[in-house]
């Protein structure tokens, strides 16, 4: 199953026609600076809108005087929660089924919340006017700290709904825990470890906004947003607005990165609406950096104790997990209906073990809601993190090699399709080529050699592996759904006369290149030119149904229905050839681009000129109508399940603390490669995230609830200076259930790597005894832990 | 006030409010959008353009400090319809992905050359340190300057 070999292409400089290395087709604009962002939308007599803030965590909303405001010539709007409850749009349901104010009515509950908001000629005067509304607030003690959610006599954050008396948000369990007991029980080792993966943020370099232009004459919406999931956001729209779906356009322009951040509905777009219908003008509304590292959906929050069992020998057994999940104060996480815990069920990893169990709850705190972003393929990044860390700890417990642990124990390729403990089919998986390659190119052996020369000399080198399992292209519709939308995708392919082709996406790129891969796989499988093929995307007018990018899911669901599209076109193009060469389909031989007549290579029409006769004059076989075009909608039969190998080097300086990312390799499998290039560049950035987070990037809070992140002068994100020139890898192992046997890659690298950077820290830290330090390893976190006084973050 | 400046080889002038940033002159009142906006305390640097030459943050520069001075954006990089090395570098060795933070990166990769026509990779990723990039690792950036060096079209280099 595994083709470790490097094909051809891979070496091919644009190459023509198909997969392989091919430079980007968005490229030529956004060098010239021509992009088209939201915040580039201008329209006439368009309106600028701000936001006012809550300045407190938890507190009730005495009264709101707006009267100041209202009477600036140059504000023609001003909105307060009392306003939005009389048109009922006061609050509005979350992707996770519970609801979230849009403006605050009764109180607030998160610093940065939303309370009102002005509409006024430009941005300048609408922030202005914030300065001007009056809010008189009750404040109320907030619950900051997760751990003291649930003590008796916390304050109540969600009186808003019908008989709730705690801050319990939801319960969830996978996995047998009778079963897990009994082989704990017998295990020879047990290791448990405390783990805290921080409240960290997507931080887009675009901020979330939108240009809502509603039209009273003929009822329609338009709306630009900054928006990964521009059709479920038009229902969404038609549901809570109650403007009917077919009067919405939503258009998601060129976006400045999403990495999830742009998944959910925030209130600002909302207000935008709002603000367009109450004054009869384009509204625009642009959060500034702040307010989106304030506001929007953050990423992580999980508290998790991991226990593993093994034999002395080190065959791991089983793993058990506890969590205590910080949802904020609405839950506002963005993942499938029966899945309130993402797919955090993968926490088995890439080992064949004999049971699992995992129990978790969820709790509201006075925090922004989210948790569900980043790149965390729905809760895989703390899946990841928790196994990879918790078999270190074994590693270490053992006194055994981390890499030898793990090959040990890897789930072996004659086991796939590999059914987990906690129920997740892994398609197709070939671990040990992957992880020998990945420790081939680190010079493995050598890097211990020179750390154990170095160690005798005092210094502080480590190596961090983590070899990690992704499941990503949700998904099989039967199982997954958001707001009862099935997580299929549509595809639809249109072949013009002169042989020239558009087609038409449901999901929408933030940067990762489909208007160059989806011509790819077009290409590939019907044989016109990428630069012959437009991709449309992102306008819920002129494309098909579907879910939107996020979840590493385009490639594996939209990039399936790409490819049946195409085959679906050249099935009909099959038959009008037919009646082209006067032979039966069955004389017929495809060779990229063109139909020949078996054993006879001279005699063959293009598919452009099929599609000439398609639309032209001619006969065409009987039954079959003009045109050469074909939709699709693609319901996956199952995730993909991509993995990787990566090792991290870092040296630690002794006299401050400071960790420096020396190496970091990384090895990716991801079945069939579209465009090396793009996956090259996909995973280069989400090693970067990975840094981020396991060094620099944390969203706390001081204990009045004050948001300490909400800026990038202390929410720190890596430049050039903090990371190394990446070197990368990869092996070939396709999904058997894909069109093309491709698997989503995107967000593989920022599940993957921080695990490998605490590894190699913690390993570092060896000679101090240090067996465990949280994330974000910091000079100050990791000078406590050498010294044995490091804390939890909070 | 009033408020004269060249931005890209031609003179404007324009009635403005003294409070106005540079970087939402260029975007709101010159249609210039190809300059972005993406923190609000100096940090990320996706407003970088030139003034007199020098690259700077716009969005820490009054409209009205411009005034009388030369002003450069992305959209005054290619020259007669042909793109800077800078910019064919950027293609070639996939140095952006979403796009946002391209603009200033260009401008300053730009900069770097003209003072430095063969820089080294630690002098590029220095000189690039003030941006922050969320999508591409830095890698290609650091590659596709190299490659603007290594391909500089003659008038650069002379």
Not at chain 1, 17 to 22: A, P
Not at chain 1, 451 to 456: I, L, S
Not at chain 1, 706 to 722: F, Q, R
Not at chain 2, 46 to 59: A, F, H, I, N, Q
Request: some cysteine; aromatic content about 6%; overall charge negative.
């Amino acid at each position: 199953m595994t083709d470790t070999r490097q094909r051809s292409f891979e070496d091919n400089d644009q190459k023509p026609m198909g997969f392989g290395r091919m430079l980007r087709k968005e490229d030529p604009r956004f060098v010239r600076g021509r992009g088209r962002y939201t915040d580039d939308v201008q329209l006439p007599g368009m309106l600028h809108l701000a936001i006012l803030r809550s300045p407190f965590a938890h507190a009730r909303i005495v009264s709101v005087d707006t009267s100041a405001a209202a009477a600036l010539p140059e504000v023609k709007a001003v909105i307060t929660g009392a306003d939005l409850a009389g048109l009922g749009l006061a609050w509005m349901p979350t992707l996770s089924g519970d609801v979230q104010a849009v403006l605050a009515t009764d109180k607030v509950r998160f610093q940065g919340q939303e309370v009102a908001f002005v509409v006024a000629t430009d941005r300048y005067v609408a922030r202005d006017a914030l300065e001007l509304i009056d809010v008189e607030y009750d404040v109320l003690d907030p619950v900051i700290d997760v751990r003291q959610a649930l003590a008796e006599g916390a304050p109540l954050i969600r009186d808003d709904l019908d008989g709730k008396t705690d801050n319990h948000c939801f319960d969830w369990e996978t996995g047998d825990a009778g079963a897990t007991a009994a082989v704990f029980a017998k295990a020879d080792v047990v290791v448990s470890q405390d783990l805290v993966y921080p409240r960290v943020h997507p931080a887009p370099m675009e901020t979330c906004g939108s240009v809502a232009d509603f039209d009273p004459v003929e009822g329609r919406l338009k709306l630009w947003s900054t928006t990964q999931a521009p059709h479920a956001h038009r229902t969404l729209y038609a549901m809570v607005a109650g403007i009917p779906e077919h009067k919405i356009q939503v258009i998601s322009p060129d976006l400045g990165g999403g990495f999830g951040n742009k998944v959910p509905i925030y209130p600002g777009y909302v207000c935008s609406i709002v603000g367009s219908i109450v004054t009869g003008k384009p509204v625009k509304w642009m959060e500034d950096r702040s307010e989106n590292l304030i506001s929007t959906g953050f990423a992580r929050d999980y508290i998790m104790r991991g226990e593993i069992a093994a034999t002395r020998d080190g065959k791991i057994l089983a793993i058990r997990t506890n969590v205590l999940a910080d949802h904020g104060a609405f839950n506002g996480t963005a993942a499938p209906v029966k899945y309130p815990a993402g797919f955090f069920g993968v926490f088995t990893g890439s080992y064949d073990i004999e049971a699992a169990y995992c129990s978790m709850t969820a709790v509201y705190t006075n925090k922004a809601p989210g948790g569900v972003a980043y790149a965390c393929s729905f809760r895989i990044t703390e899946a990841v993190y928790l196994v990879e860390r918790i078999v270190d700890c074994l590693a270490y417990e053992l006194d055994m090699d981390p890499a030898a642990l793990r090959l040990k124990n890897f789930i072996q390729p004659d086991q796939f399709p590999y059914m987990s403990k906690t129920g997740w089919e892994y398609d197709s998986g070939d671990y040990e080529p992957t992880m020998r390659l990945a420790m081939e190119l680190a010079g493995y052996d050598e890097l211990r050699k020179e750390q154990a020369e170095k160690r005798t000399r005092g210094e502080l080198m480590g190596i961090g592996i983590s070899f990690f399992t992704e499941a990503v292209g949700a998904g099989p519709r039967k199982h997954m759904d958001i707001l009862g939308l099935g997580m299929a995708d549509g595809c639809e392919l249109r072949v013009h006369p002169t042989g020239k082709a558009v087609v038409r996406l449901s999901v929408q790129t933030q940067g990762q290149g489909h208007e160059t891969t989806f011509a790819q796989i077009i290409a590939e499988e019907i044989g016109i030119a990428p630069a012959d093929i437009d991709v449309v995307h992102g306008d819920t007018d002129n494309t098909p149904f579907g879910l939107g990018t996020y979840g590493s899911r385009s490639t594996p669901v939209s990039g399936a229905a790409a490819a049946l599209v195409a085959r679906k076109v050249r099935d009909k193009a099959r038959l009008i050839a037919s009646s082209m060469l006067e032979v039966s389909v069955a004389d017929l031989e495809w060779e990229k681009g063109s139909f020949h007549v078996k054993g006879d290579p001279g005699t063959a029409v293009t598919i452009q000129d099929i599609a000439m006769r398609a639309h032209g004059a001619g006969d065409l076989p009987e039954g079959l109508e003009g045109g050469l075009e074909a939709q699709i909608c693609y319901n996956p039969s199952n995730l993909t399940y991509p993995h990787g190998a990566y090792i991290c080097v870092v040296d630690v300086d002794p006299g401050t603390a400071v960790v420096k990312v020396r190496r970091f390799i990384a090895v990716d499998d991801c079945g069939t490669r579209i465009n090396p290039m793009i996956i090259e560049g996909q995973v280069h950035g989400g090693l970067t995230d990975g840094v981020g987070m396991a060094l620099m990037e944390m969203i706390s809070f001081d204990e009045d609830g004050n948001c300490l992140g909400a800026s990038l002068m202390d929410y720190l994100i890596p430049t050039a200076l903090e990371v190394p020139d990446w070197e990368t890898g990869f092996t070939v192992t396709p999904s058997p259930h894909h069109p093309i046997g491709a698997k989503g890659v995107g967000e593989s690298a920022t599940v993957g790597s921080p695990p490998a950077i605490v590894n190699a820290v913690v390993d570092a830290l060896k000679p101090y005894g240090v067996r465990h330090a949280d994330m974000p390893l910091t000079p100050s976190r990791v000078w406590d832990a050498m010294r044995g006084t490091a804390q939890p973050p909070i | 006030m009033q408020v004269t400046m060249i931005v890209n080889g031609d003179e404007v002038t324009r009635e403005i409010e003294g409070r106005l940033l540079l970087v939402h002159f260029l975007r709101d009142v010159l249609s210039l959008t190809g300059t972005h906006w993406g923190c609000d305390t100096s940090n990320c640097g996706t407003c970088v353009v030139w003034l007199d030459g020098e690259p700077v943050k716009s969005c820490t520069v009054l409209a009205a400090m411009a005034g009388g001075h030369e002003v450069r954006t992305v959209e005054g990089l290619a020259v007669d319809g042909k793109l800077d090395p800078v910019q064919e570098g950027f293609i070639q060795c996939h140095g952006l992905q979403c796009g946002f933070c391209t603009p200033g990166m260009l401008m300053t990769a730009r900069a770097l050359l003209d003072r430095n026509p063969d820089p080294s990779e630690g002098e590029i990723r220095e000189a690039i340190s003030g941006q922050i990039c969320r999508c591409t690792g830095y890698a290609t950036i650091v590659r596709s300057v190299r490659w603007a060096a290594v391909n500089a079209a003659p008038e650069v280099t002379s």
